[in-house]
Structures are given as C-alpha cells and as structure tokens.
C-alpha cells in the first residue's frame, strides 16, 4: 500500500523529466543528502548544448566521458552552409524514384538533412567501422599529443603522480573513435520519428562504448535489447571461436511501447521445402527428419523449430507442454482420460495450465468422449487442437499450426549465415568487391520486424555495400510495400591493386549504386508475375545526391525571411557553376522538404519550370524570363513559387507588376527569391 505523503508537488523532479525530453544525454546519477542515488542534471553538458563555445568541466560525475567528447557536442550543434548537388547521371529514374543515396561525409550528409527529416525517419541501422585498427576511415580528425590526452584525462595518484600506463595510443585510438560516433548520433537521433527505432552493429571492440554513448543520447531508458547475431563464422584469433556480432536496439520513446516481430513469411526456405516435399509425396515421417536437419542447418531457435510436426495436409504443426512448468505455480487436477486407450493419462504434479472447460473445448471433449479423433502417421492422435501420445503415460500437449501464427517477436539470438559476399559475388559475376557484407536475410528481418507501415523511411548512414537498400527492395517486393530508403557513404577510393580497380570502380560508392542497380532489375525479373498485382509500381530506383559547398557566392537570407517588398536585386549572388537542379536541391533543403518529392519540369516561353510534389513548390531559374512566365506559374496557384533574383529582362516595374500578379491570380502563394 502506498503511503500518501501530504506535501506540494516536486517542481525540480517535473523540470528534470522535461530536460530529460530534451536532453536526455546530459541526465546523470548522483547522491542526496541520504546517500540515495538519484537522478540529476550534467549542468557542463547541459551548457555545452546550448553553447556556441567550447566549455571546461568544472566537476566529475557518473558518465563515460574521453578526450574530445565536449568538441563533439559542439560540432553537432554547430550549423554548416554545405548542401546537396544532384547527380543524375548516377541515378535510376531520378524524377519519379523515392529512394535517395548520397555520397559524401556521414556527418555533414545528417546535418544537411536535420531540417528535411526532422522526425521523419522510422528506423536508422548502422554498421560502422568496429575501429578494429583498420576500418576507420574518416574525414574528422580527433587526434591529440599524448601530454594533451594525459592532461585531459586528469587521473592522477594520491602523490601527485600521472596513473597513464601503455594506454595512451589506445586512449586515444577509443577517443577518436568515441568522438566520431558521438556527433553522428547526436544528429541521427532527432531525425527519428516519435516511435522510431535505431538499430547498431557492433562486434566486442566497442560494444561497451557504443552501449554507453546510445544511453546518454537516447536516454537509458529508451534501451531496447542487445540482439546476438550468430554469424556462424568463427573468428578464431583469441583462442576461442568466437562466432557472433551485436546489433544494439534502441527506441527514441519508450512510452510508445515498441513491439518487433518477425513475418512468418520471412520463413521462406522452410515454406519452400514443405511444398518440394509434398510436390515430391515424402513420407511424412521422412519429412520431418528433413525439415529438423533444415532447422539445425539454419541454426532457428526454438520459437520455429517446435513447427517441426506435419499433419496429413502437409502442415507443420508444434506441441505446448500443458502442464506448469514452475515450481510455485499450480493449476487444476481434473481427469483426463486417453481417446483410444480410455485410461486414465497421468495428471502433472502441479496441475493442468488450462481450466477444465478450456481443454474441454480445445479437444473437443465431451463427458471423456472426443468428437473427432485423427490418427496421425506416428500412432499417436490430435484431438482439436490437442495432441495425444500413443499411449497414456504420456501427458498431452496442445497444438499450434505454423500457419495460424502470423507474427513472432523478433529473437534476442538470430542466426543467419554471413553469406553476404556471396550474394555480392552472384550479382557481381563472381567478383569479391567486398569484404564480409552483411547478408541481406539478416536486413529484411530487422527491417521487417518494425519498418511495417509501407512508405516508412529507411536510414543507414554508414551503408557501404549498400545492403540496406537492397534488403528494402526485396522486402517492399515480398510484402507489397513502399519503403523508402536513404543510403549515406563516404567516396572513399578503392585501392588500386583491389579487383573493383581492375573492374573499373574508383571508389565504394560506385560499386555500391551499381549493386542497387543490378539487385533492383534481378528482384523484378525474378517477381515479374508477382509485381504484376501491385497497385504502386516497385521502386527500384534511386535519386544520387553528392555534397558541395554553398551555391551562393555569400551568406543569404533564408527564402522564408525574404519579403515581396525586396524580392530582387540587381546583383545574382548565386555561384556561376551552379545549375538549376543544383539551385532546386537547395531550396527544397532550405524550406526543410524531404529528397523523395516527385519532380516534373515544363517548358514555358523558353523558360524550365520545376514542380516539386505537382503544387508544393514552382521554381524558375531561367535567366531572361518575362511575365508570361509569371503568370503561368502564378495560375497553378503553387503553395510556393520561387525565383532568381537576377532572371527577370526589364526590372523597372517587377516588384509592383509580380506582386500584382501573383496577388490576382494565386492569392495564397508565397513567393521567394534566391
């Protein structure tokens, strides 16, 4: 019973949940005047975000902290004036597609998006670099002296001396690693939607790290599982054969009560050997031996592999003990009597786990006689939906069909062979272009287990062979959906003796979009008659987005803050190389609109008009155009149309005459100049 403690609510305790809401990396655990840990507020960290400025820790507090944590921070608050510039010739059907791949540095990319998918990405999964002394390939360089390293770290020993021993080329290999993880998912994580999740593969060097960073970013408990992936593939340099990676779980909000499930029909091999067996008339017998090798082959836990029964139809059924299987639980004791012995089956110590009127509707059983009695090929019998041995001294278990079970909780263990470079090999012509990917089964049952809705968006902004996308495509192919993905990485070139070279990629990007390319034609040739019944057609394609500087000659207004009173100069402060797509790519980032828009473009008396999602937005660049063009764009009433500032042919009258216009004929229309 609670006690009732008359006394005025905890104002500090509701200010510390709303800080949490907001900065749920800066809540940390201290001691009360009792000793109690409680929860409280990193004031430094807490003024690291919302400062401009590089600060100094004053105090030492529970928190995993290292050299350059405090310059992340900084960094990820800071803006950057870096945009996208479409690359048309690297996409697949760029103007209809929804799937956007960018290249280019993974931190600047998520900063470029934070406005655009600002709550707007349902799941993130990252594979990045395992920082193994080999795979860590960035821009950012966190590097300090070891006198710094030693200096910050601040540890010292009651006489005054350094405790710094052997670590301080691995203290600083973890800070950089640290530091560059750190930034991405400060970024990362408000892109995600109120219900979203972010999945993480990790191997053991790491693992700890990252555990610890995604708890003060995501908050501690927001932590989802640690999910063991049984690769299956022994790594045998410790002397142990160490044959798993991790794939760490979060949610952004916990309080939206996440559910993961796997789809029964990402059971497809199992599926697919039942209907060769009973196409081939398999004793039934036979049959389930094969399906058990099937099982221990694919290495499935006992959730699918109890599935392992089949009846006269060929339906993979499994058996539930019905009795409590604990020690302090106790159910009913009535009698149960054998359907074909008419003995008395052996009651367990601790009771039935149903009521007598449960089982009693499940067998079918009326005063001891059971309605129907169907002799399986073993002798033993099924009653309804409950099993019977041959004889009484078994006791009976219930029965569940494979096919009345539509969804299962995604495991904590799954295994999935690390056939990944196979697969690359198959799509390659046998080439090895790169080392251990991550299969694609693998991908589809993470992806599958939350990414339900049809057009959630999918984000993987360290996607080097780009296995993402391609589990996306097949997915969206097998379950009729339309998720989008966005795939981010890094051009870094390949090396000059590696077989890519040879094959005529420069760098990962190259191999990875042509991978998209090919896997997307395979998955429609091999779908063709499946894909014939979609109402949305399949998208295979995608829109190749690369980062660049600014397109303006000098820092600008944001179009928002421009008004038709100033609507344009006479002075063109956009960059002479800069194309028309490229000035479109950053206006619709600078209004926050996403990258998967449709983009139609018209000819109008000389001049290219862009419609962006058919009314959204209308732009024109064109230099020299007249008020015909005006007015055309003027009379699809857009919600917004955009000019150049130096495009129009007589600039005498335009503030008063475009203003006019655009006020007769499209009242509602905001118009902005760039």
């Known amino acids: 019973m609670e006690k009732i403690i008359p006394q005025t609510k905890d104002i ?189 593969s990790i191997d053991d060097n790491e693992v700890h790290n990252l555990r610890k960073i995604a708890d003060e970013i995501f908050g501690e408990e927001n932590y989802v599982e640690c999910i063991c992936w049984n690769k299956r593939i022994p790594k045998n340099d410790k002397g142990v054969g160490n044959i798993h990676e991790y794939i760490l779980v979060y949610t952004k909000n916990s309080d939206s009560k996440p559910v993961f499930t796997m789809r029964k029909d990402g059971l497809d091999d199992i599926y697919e050997l039942v209907e060769k067996l009973k196409k081939n008339k398999t004793s039934l017998a036979e049959s389930e031996q094969i399906i058990k090798k099937l099982y221990k082959k694919n290495a499935y836990d006992r959730g699918i592999t109890l599935y392992n029964s089949l009846n006269e139809e060929y339906k993979l059924w499994g058996k539930i003990n019905m009795s409590w299987p604990n020690s302090d639980t106790f159910g009913p004791t009535y009698e149960v009597l054998h359907p074909l012995t008419k003995k008395a089956v052996k009651i367990p110590d601790r009771g039935w786990r149903w009521k007598e009127e449960t089982f009693n509707k499940a067998s079918q059983r009326v005063a001891n006689d059971y309605k129907d009695i169907k002799k399986l090929h073993d002798g033993s019998v099924m009653c309804g939906k409950i099993w019977f041995a041959v004889d009484e001294n078994t006791q009976p278990s219930s029965v569940t069909f494979l096919d009345d079970v539509n969804l299962f909780l995604l495991r904590s263990v799954l295994s999935f062979k690390s056939d990944g470079g196979i697969e690359l090999e198959n799509i390659f012509d046998n080439k090895s272009y790169f080392s251990y990917p991550k299969p694609t089964n693998l991908l589809r049952v993470l992806i599958g287990s939350y990414a339900t809705k049809k057009s959630d968006i999918i984000l993987d902004f360290f996607s080097g062979s780009a296995t993402t996308a391609h589990a996306t495509i097949q997915l969206n192919a097998e379950d009729d959906g339309n998720r989008k993905f966005i795939m981010v990485q890094l051009p870094e070139e390949i090396d000059e003796k590696s077989e890519a070279y040879k094959a005529g990629y420069k760098t990962i990007p190259e191999i990875s979009q042509e991978r998209i390319r090919r896997a997307g034609l395979k998955i429609l040739e091999e779908n063709a008659e499946k894909l014939k019944e979609r109402a949305i057609p399949l998208d295979v394609g995608f829109r190749v987005y690369k980062t660049a500087p600014s ?96 495009c129009f042919k007589d600039d005498k009258d335009l503030i008063n005459t475009v203003e006019s216009r655009f006020k007769q004929l499209a009242p509602n229309t905001k118009v902005h100049v760039i």
């Open 12 to 200: 500090t305790t509701q200010n510390i949940e709303q800080i949490a809401k907001l900065f749920p990396q800066v809540i940390t655990e201290t001691e009360d005047v009792n000793g109690n840990t409680v929860k409280s507020v990193n004031f430094e960290l807490l003024k690291q975000h919302l400062s401009k400025e590089l600060l100094e820790v004053t105090s030492e507090r529970y928190q995993l902290d290292w050299p350059g944590k405090r310059a992340s921070i900084l960094k990820a608050n800071t803006p950057i004036t870096s945009t996208l510039k479409p690359d048309r010739e690297s996409s697949v059907n760029f103007d209809i597609t929804e799937n956007v791949y960018i290249e280019g540095d993974n931190f600047e990319v998520l900063k470029i998006l934070q406005e655009s998918y600002l709550g707007k990405v349902k799941m993130i999964y990252i594979d990045p670099p395992y920082n193994t002394g080999k795979d860590f390939v960035y821009k950012d360089n966190f590097k300090v002296s070891k006198s710094e390293y030693e200096e910050e770290l601040g540890i010292e020993d009651e006489e005054g001396g350094k405790l710094f021993k052997n670590t301080d080329t691995n203290g600083r290999f973890h800070s950089d690693w640290l530091s560059m993880m750190y930034e991405r998912l400060l970024v990362a994580s408000d892109l995600l939607t109120d219900d979203g999740v972010i999945f993480m």
């Open 551 to 646: 397109i303006l000659k000098e820092v600008a207004k944001h179009p928002n803050e421009v008004t038709q009173t100033n609507l344009f100069k006479d002075e063109d402060n956009i960059k002479e190389d800069a194309t028309d797509e490229d000035i479109l790519t950053s206006i619709i980032l600078d209004f926050g609109e996403k990258l998967d828009h449709p983009i139609e473009t018209k000819t109008i008396a000389g001049a290219i008009i862009f419609l962006v999602d058919t009314d959204a937005l209308v732009a024109c660049f064109s230099k020299n155009i007249d008020m015909q063009v005006v007015e055309e764009i003027a009379k699809m009433q857009p919600l917004r149309a955009v000019f150049r500032d130096a």
